[in-house]
């Protein structure tokens, strides 16, 4: 089988992709997303894959200058990682094996919470069973090559292949993490612990990042809902804050509380639906390459952000999401990924380019404008505030409440006895290895 293995690696990096790993059936002991069978009935195997994200539009977003480069690379790079997953597939089933794509994001489980955001394949427990990458503090991937600025992807097939070497669950927490941890102060709300660590359980081992709080926190900074990072230095590319927020942290453990301040400030912005429809559209559906001739290249964009923006909502329109002419911008946040470089050198600078952004706020004519301190934000917020009509976020309401139900509501057994049996197998796993003194 060893031979296959390499034509796989082969195939996926004559097109471009250097990081790929492999993870065997063995390697697929852990938490319920990581369960191939969810996604691919009778699935054996897993091939991962990661392509770095453009450096230049990371300090261009991170430096408050523009996020369009930033969010064309991301629209472009998960129509590419997508297009190589079905190569491959394909290639692979000329074989005579069995394979399939995997969305790259927004493919979640059904929950009778659906902001739960539980996917059906994990792609970063993936590439970790690959040895494509490790955990990181903020539990992103970090890969050696690229930090965790990356753009994940997998091809499940039924061939029972030979597992790539794993790096060691603790690769970047001790040495690179320890020294670090820039991502918790660039998540603007704070959505995991700076010290307090908890673990994933997987291919029996115990890979450690750090603690959440409470995963709807994640969901407001990175759907744009309160931009304000908790120490009221800098803001991420949301239009919306949260005004009860400002001047007083968030619980996180007042679960209800927060949930309500998300639905109260996402049920008044007029474009949450379509802003997430691009993101789910662009991971999960592949089209075809001819529908993207006279995109510019991330590099090549107009000089003007309203010439920026018309490039994205044309992007949008071509995959049929229309209504957010405005501010067509669906990833506003993911700091927390696009501060980690490959070197502790090298996140330092793009973290000091994000301590010296500023806020940025919409501004005259509802154009996003640059800052430096909270008083000028606030007074800008104070004399342009957002007019949005009240049918457009009643429509908007109707639209989002409809997407949500659509493909994340119900209620799953199959997950919800793989949950309670993972969380029960955590647990011991915990108590024995602090019993010992491996952690903690």
């Not at 154009?367 to 909270?374: A, G, P, Q, S, W």
């Not at 209620?411 to 955590?426: D, G, H, N, T, V």
Request: aromatic share 8%.
């Amino acid at each position: 089988m060893r031979g296959v293995e390499g034509e796989i690696k082969e195939f996926v990096r004559d097109r471009g992709v250097e990081v790929v790993g492999i993870a065997g059936p063995e390697r697929l002991d852990g938490p319920p997303s990581l369960d191939l069978d969810y996604t691919m009935r009778g699935a054996r195997s897993v091939v991962s894959m990661a392509l770095p994200m453009d450096i230049p539009p990371i300090y261009d977003f991170l430096s408050k200058k523009s996020p369009a480069p930033h969010n064309l690379d991301q629209f472009l790079k998960y129509q590419r990682m997508q297009r190589i997953e079905k190569e491959l597939a394909d290639h692979l089933e000329s074989l005579g094996l069995r394979a399939k794509a995997a969305p790259l994001s927004a493919d979640y489980r059904r929950s009778p919470y659906v902001f739960s955001t539980r996917p059906a394949l994990s792609l970063r427990f993936a590439a970790i069973a690959a040895g494509v990458g490790a955990q990181g503090w903020s539990g992103n991937v970090m890969t050696k090559e690229y930090g965790a600025a990356i753009y994940l992807g997998a091809v499940l097939t039924d061939a029972v292949l030979e597992s790539d070497p794993m790096l060691e669950p603790d690769y970047f927490i001790e040495e690179h993490c320890a020294r670090c941890r820039r991502c918790v102060n660039a998540c603007p709300s704070r959505m995991f612990e700076g010290k307090e660590d908890e673990f994933v359980l997987s291919s029996g081992r115990l890979h450690r990042r750090g603690r959440r709080r409470n995963i709807d926190l994640c969901n407001i900074s990175c759907f744009g809902l309160h931009s304000l990072s908790l120490d009221r230095k800098s803001t991420n590319w949301g239009l919306n804050w949260i005004e009860d927020w400002v001047e007083t942290e968030p619980d996180p453990s007042r679960k209800m509380l927060t949930l309500w301040a998300m639905l109260q400030r996402g049920l008044t912005t007029g474009n949450s639906a379509p802003r997430f429809e691009i993101l789910r559209r662009i991971c999960s559906i592949l089209y075809p390459e001819e529908l993207f001739v006279g995109i510019p290249k991330p590099g090549e964009l107009p000089e003007d952000e309203p010439g920026r923006y018309r490039v994205l909502a044309d992007f949008a329109g071509r995959v049929g999401v229309k209504g957010i002419d405005d501010y067509p911008v669906p990833m506003i946040c993911g700091q927390c990924a696009l501060v980690c470089g490959p070197t502790l050198e090298e996140t330092d600078r793009r973290y000091k380019t994000l301590l010296a952004s500023g806020f940025v706020v919409p501004g005259e004519g509802g154009r996003m404008t640059r800052v430096e301190t909270l008083e000028e934000a606030r007074e800008l917020k104070k004399r342009y505030p957002p007019r949005v009509g009240t049918m457009k976020k009643v429509k908007d309401t109707a639209a989002t409440a409809l997407l949500w139900h659509r493909h994340y509501f119900g209620l799953e057994p199959r997950s919800i006895y793989q949950a309670a049996r993972y969380k029960r197998r955590l647990k011991k796993a915990v108590e024995k290895a602090r019993r010992v003194g491996r952690h903690g």
